[in-house]
């Protein structure tokens, strides 16, 4: 709910306090009756900008819901006081390293706090606006009915922590919709949005804001009181209907989430087959596998990874100040940034002389707003702020101006210098390259001081890292505004400095020129994509390579072997003859794999191979170590965090760093050196190992 619609819509239903002589109030919910008997309960959690679960928040519930059973109104209505939405989900700071003990003493406490809820005499209602996720969703499952208004969704994504849903989700779910639709949102994480929920069951009804209290009317009169277990949960009754559901779940499951790395899901399904049929088993087999689970590394690397996010997101407490920006050119890069920043509402404007290009652009905004579950009016809206601007008039106007054109020196330095005739006082310009040095174009562009990178990567939105980069020259003014629009569009920052590749493709191309050399010397590319998965990675060495494209990690391999004083691997000459053949990956449908009939499925699982995973992945840890060591990036929680959220690196691992800690460094330094003496200098290890 936005524009200060909750603000009016509290006010018009007296529940601001003060508002009404029997208002009741405390620090994170709210209270009030009103002309109609309805009672209204506003979460509103204090000196927060979102609403989280947490104990606090479910004690003042509980004495809420006693006050509430004194003096029971014609019905109980829930809600979210915050504009953003209903509840995130749970308080993670207060679980982190919570003992078994404690985490089981509090999960009961709050089963008790939701179950009392769902006790109520009266017909409860949840009006979710924004996303309830989470904690926050189970808390609407506790309700009778849920009223969604247009933009709400629902979600249990704890699977991503390395959780599953422990405020009694496990069970309220699948009693209120089909079950195995219930276990597959659980088991991925995914969430139902408005349409989807409703499809479901999960949401009673989809209204606009203007006509919710209309829809709480038409809920009552029709003489809906409590609900009862669903039809699809009663034919889930039999142990053997689940046995058979489960192990079609666990298969699907192996699949993307291998057990031996990722054990919540696999615990969800386990507790669902033995207990499914007994609310009270279940609730207890949710607290104690949530406790269980909590403890296990996965879990822990999972929530230092959300840690990692939130403090990438936090990283400038400064506010944008910039409103428009100006894209030069119109490709595969340039107009994803583009859409992407116009979808978080910033005007755009974007250059290029191919009208063709800007067209398909047009075209792809409307897919990607569909993909993001924008309704029309908020895809209309990001399509008129996106504007297409042949002639580059926009620049003139431009707070930022963002060049993403071909990654050749001579095109750059020609697009900068025009762009600095025209652009105004005080704006920013930003290159999107992603091989080449920033200092090399110095003498080209309008301000050396205003003049960094903005290192995006493809697909813009569904890759949530930005590299800022920084020269010599780059001025802390410019820095601290360019970290400030990244977290103002939603991107993650990482503050990286002006060298090759700077940080995530210094890294990343060792890793992927590796592989490369093993095919070379005849280990098939399926076995070495296989033992990247084994290990974690979202997909082969082999695969990711033809995904982004063999042209350009032509272009920074070569990059990476003139400017690096370290040692690089040599270039295989497959690559360059894949090149210079056309047959450039994914984007051509030919490149090491055949993509001509979609994404190339993964042969069955070879046995796992020490010797191989660490020829991989040494070589991306060794450069981690290396830029933490130089000064590229300021921290190895920040490598860590870069690795994790631009390439995917295992995330249950903690990052690269992180496992290398587990490991040892004492470990990795010595296998570092075994390779170095067998396979030459690239392995040679940094002195990071010793001196960290």
Known sequence: MMDGKLADYLKRTELELGGRPDALGDGHWRYAQDDDGIGWLVLDCENASVNTISGAVLRQLDSHLQQVETALPR???????????FAAGAD???????????????LSEAHGVLDRLQGLSCPTIA?????ALGAGFELALACDYRIAVNGASFGLPEVRLGLHPGLGGTVRLPELIDPTAAMEMMLTGSSAHTKKAKKLGIADLVVEER?????????LEGGNGKRSRGLMARAFGLASARSLAAERMRRKAQGKAPKEHYPAPYALIDNWVEHGNDTAAMKQAEIASFAHLLQTDTSKNLIRAFFLRRTLKNVSGDVDDIAHVHVVGAGIMGAEIAIWIAMQGKRVTVADPDEAALGAMIRQATKICEDAHKDALETRDTLDRLMPDPTGYGVQRADLVIEAGPEKPEAKAGIFAD???????????????????LAQFLDDVPAKTRFAGLHFFNPVSKVPLVEVVSHDKTSKDTRTRLLAFCTAIDRLPVAVSDTPGF???????????????LMDEGVAKEQIDQTALQFGMPMGPVTLADQVGLDICLDVADSLKKSLRTPVANIPEMLREKVEAGDLGRKTGRGFYD???GTPKPESRADSNPDLSDRLLLPMLNACAECVRTGVVGSADEADAAMIFATGFAPFRGGPLHYARARGHDEIHQRLQQFSEAHGPRFKPDTYWRND
Not at 127 to 131: K, L, P
Not at 503 to 517: D, K, Q, S
């Open 75 to 85: 019905a109980l209505v829930i809600r979210s006081g915050k504009a953003v939405g």
């Open 92 to 106: 993670i700071d207060g679980l982190a390293g919570m003992e078994p003990e404690a985490t089981e003493a509090l």
């Open 127 to 131: 009006i979710v606006h924004g996303a």
């Open 211 to 219: 006509h919710v209290v209309a829809a709480i009317a038409s809920l």
């Open 419 to 437: 762009l600095g005739k025209r652009m105004k006082t005080g704006s920013i310009l930003a290159t999107n390259t992603s091989s080449l040095r």
């Open 503 to 517: 940080l995530v493709n210094r890294a990343l191309m060792p890793y992927l020129l590796e592989a490369l050399l």
């Open 595 to 597: 993509w001509s009939d």
